[in-house]
């Protein structure tokens, strides 16, 4: 089962449909750091609303994906982590330490958003919104 | 406890990555037909992930089996997972958290653990690993 992978503007958006093997998992993290480079994208979405299990092969390579994300240049969000899938997480000992999530796409892209602001804002020497600072 | 009747098995071979989604799937929609609720479907499916992996990675190939036993007034899912690989030397040690010969996590054996309510191993270095785990449910007077 091949992950469809949408682009929009500056993001990649990854849209899981169903049950994901190893196997696709990793083609899924191969194809997202080909396309950062080749788009030149700033963020990253995966979206796992449809993913019923995470285990901890699954849990790994979203890590994975998101470290070398950022390597490349882009940040990535987790969304929709469903409640009963949180737990079963929880309960395993995994965790997403290190990588950003949100609720669902919208809050996604509005996270990928404010983060791209306060990039900007940065490079040109202002305060980020909200009058927060970073030293 | 006495053997309790069986209702129903069903039999998985483990031989590839597909055959991991489908153990859990096939787990899942067992435990539905028991009643188990959605959440506990979920951490029936996830533990069965990671066990059936742990076959796959170790011992290449070996088989799940899945059954509802009815015991009392409780109902209960029972996964067996079988295997004819390496065993594992230390068993105790392979439970704790971290604990990993391949570099994982090494959260599988332990947190299918802490998923299941019981949980029980017995390996033999050279012959190989059964792991069987079960979950309970109270059975409701209809
Ligand atoms: N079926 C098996 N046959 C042989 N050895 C096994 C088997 N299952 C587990 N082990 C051993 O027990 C160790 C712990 O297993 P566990 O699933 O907890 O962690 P892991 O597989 O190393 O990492 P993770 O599951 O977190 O990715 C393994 O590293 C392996 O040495
Ligand atoms: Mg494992």
Known sequence: MEVPILKQGLYLIASIQSALTDADLSALREALIERVGKYRARGVIVDVTALDVMDSFAVRTLRDIAHMARLRGAETVIVGIQPEVAFAMVQLGLTLKGVSTALDLEEGLAFLDRQGRERLDRVQGRGTRGGTTRG | ?142
Not at chain 2, 19 to 35: F, H, I, T, W
Not at chain 2, 84 to 109: E, N, W
Request: hydrophobic letters at 40%; glycine letters at 12%; a neutral charge.
């Open chain 2, 1 to 142: 406890m006495g053997a309790p009747p069986v209702a129903e098995e069903l039999l998985v071979a483990i031989t590839s990555d597909v055959d991991v989604v489908s153990a859990r799937q096939k787990g899942r929609e067992l435990a539905a037909e028991a009643g188990f609720s959605s959440g506990d479907q979920t951490v029936i499916a996830a533990a069965i992930s990671e066990i059936a992996r742990n076959i796959l990675m170790y011992a290449k190939r070996g088989e799940i089996a899945l059954r509802i036993v009815m015991n009392g007034d409780l109902d209960g899912l029972i996964v067996v997972a079988r295997d004819q690989g390496p065993g594992i030397p230390d068993v105790t040690r392979a439970l704790q958290d971290g604990y990993s010969t391949s570099g994982g996590l090494g959260l599988g054996l332990p947190g299918a653990r802490r998923l299941m309510d019981d949980f029980d191993v017995v390996s033999i270095p050279g012959k190989g690993t059964t792991v069987t785990m079960k979950k309970w449910r109270r059975r409701h007077a209809s």
